[in-house]
């Protein structure tokens, strides 16, 4: 007994298939365009949480503020990648996909529509009255041809008959949207192989050279070395922020940041003034350098028991309040003698008292001081374990300087200390303020902007071109012209009937012109 094909199909199921089978049968799915679809739909979902939940790669100071707000959902969130949502494995899972998807879409429509452009249009049917859109007119198909091809219509003529076709660039359009859509998948893909992004704090008066040693955070790609780096550097003069006064109801929102930078394309190159902005950055040699935040950082003068400055400078203090700018900071003094020396401050902009607690009440420098908690003892710097310049955390052997207190008087600048037990002096000497930059090079940035356009250009030409066909025939002395669109849902009637009136009016024309 033989069996049908489809009695074997049935007989054997979907296990039938075999190997061979099931991979065309999943080579098909893949490369429809439903699927290329939703994939792009699945691509422009999963964007979504990356401006939802900050990034370590942009802000990883924000990630960390996070992780200390509310570190139990900020545990799950990383465990599904939220924080690094561009660089996660499922994201990259949707975006190979996406591009296997799209080469398996565009390719033979490509090559179809290469021969479709190439193919003359079709012969005029035998009875044009049974069209959509169809109508007697006075002329000849001389004069219809001479029309049709002025107005960029593909003519083909035969024993009595003209075809005319036009909208092939409505296919066109669409080809060149998804070639522009590989092009950017390919763009993005070459930034994140050659290109890298760095992340770096600088204080006023500071200089920054682009080298991977002078970043807080570092993000190379795979075919990136430290030799690549753009060789440029520069110093930050100033930096200033503005804010909405006291009395409005948008008290303290920012109006303007700006720093003021003498800038190094090279080393033998003769420095530049440049004033950064938040949407304007820093251009040198094809690498971006972007301001992505700001804060204060105060200057202090710190004496040991022994009688010598231990330390003298610039500390910088995190923002743990973005609408007033109280701040967080660590000072680790290694160098202190006998012992040495650490504290916890906190930076208030605009101090104000509350009670028996003090608070800022204004984002700008207004009336800056610092409260401080002094300790002393170990800082364990020599043991080898790295430590965060942010955080005395896990210092077991620092002992509080006297009696700690929730909110200790704020010192304002000028103002110094005697820390308890002989063990030195604080001075508060004067204020300075720190930006945050992030400096990309992305060698994909250009081509993905020209795709861009291009995509943009493309999808225009699908929406607003209509594919038609156009007979014209004559029968039994009469002239007539029948026309049908290619495009589901194109209305072709009111572009057919001045379509039938402009071939009249060019008969009568030509007649005319021959009279």
């Not at 401006?51 to 990883?60: A, E, K, M």
Request: proline residues 7%.
């Amino acid at each position: 007994m033989t069996l049908t094909d489809e009695e074997k199909t049935t007989s054997n199921g979907p296990a039938g298939l075999g190997v061979v089978g099931w991979l065309r049968w999943g080579w098909r799915v893949l490369t429809s365009m439903r699927t290329a679809l939703i994939l792009l739909f699945l691509l422009a979902l999963a964007s979504v949480p990356g401006s939802l939940y900050p990034q370590r790669g942009v802000d990883p100071g924000a990630v960390a503020r996070y992780f200390e707000n509310d570190p139990t959902k900020a545990e799950w969130l990383d465990r599904f990648f939220l924080f690094d949502v561009f660089t996660s494995p499922w994201f990259a899972a949707i975006y190979l996909l996406l591009f296997l998807s799209l080469i398996g879409c565009v390719l033979p429509r490509t090559m179809v529509h290469l021969k479709e452009m190439r193919r003359t249009p079709p012969p005029a049917p035998r009875n044009l009255a049974r069209l959509p859109h169809h109508a007697e007119i006075e002329g000849d198909l001389a004069s219809a041809e001479a029309y049709l091809r002025s107005k960029r219509w593909r003519v083909t003529t035969g024993d009595g008959w003209v075809s005319a076709e036009k909208g092939h660039l409505r296919e066109t359009g669409n080809l060149l949207f998804h070639v522009a859509l590989l092009v950017l998948l390919v763009a993005v893909g070459v930034g994140g192989l050659f290109g890298y992004r760095g992340n770096v704090l600088v204080i006023e008066g500071d200089g920054f050279a682009n080298t991977v040693a002078a970043y807080d955070r570092y993000l190379p790609g795979s075919q990136v070395s430290p030799e690549d780096l753009q060789p440029f550097s520069f110093t930050l003069k100033d930096f200033q922020a503005s804010y909405i006064g006291p009395g409005h109801e948008k008290q303290g929102q920012p109006l303007d940041y700006f720093a003021k930078l003498a800038v190094q394309d090279s080393p033998t190159a003769p420095e530049r003034e440049f004033t950064l902005r938040v949407n304007e950055p820093l251009e040198a040699d094809g690498a971006l350098t972007y301001l992505i935040g700001h804060g204060y950082a105060p200057t202090f003068r710190i004496t040991g028991g022994d009688g010598k400055v231990a330390f003298e400078g610039a500390v910088p203090c995190l923002v743990s309040n973005t609408s007033t700018y109280e701040s967080e900071c660590v000072i680790k003094v290694p160098d202190a003698a006998p012992d040495q020396l650490a504290f916890l401050g906190r930076f208030l902009p605009s101090t104000v008292p509350n009670g028996d607690q003090w608070l800022s009440v204004f984002p700008g420098a207004v009336n800056p001081t610092v409260q401080i908690w002094p300790f002393k003892g170990d800082l364990g710097l020599d043991a080898g374990i790295p430590q965060s310049v942010y955080d005395l955390g896990g210092h077991q052997n620092l002992k509080p300087l006297g009696k700690m207190t929730a909110s200790p008087k704020p010192m304002a600048v000028g103002d110094a200390v005697d820390l308890p037990d002989g063990a030195g002096k604080i001075e508060f000497t004067g204020l300075k303020e720190w930006i945050t930059l992030q400096t990309t090079y992305d060698p994909g940035r250009f081509p993905a902007l020209l795709a861009s356009g291009v995509a943009i250009l493309g999808l225009l030409l699908s929406l607003l071109i209509h594919r038609r066909r156009v007979w014209v025939r004559v029968r039994d002395g009469g002239v007539t012209v029948g026309g049908l669109t290619r495009t589901e849902g194109g209305d072709f009637g009111e572009e057919f009937a001045e379509l039938t009136k402009a071939l009249e009016h060019h008969a009568r024309a030509e007649v005319k012109d021959v009279s």
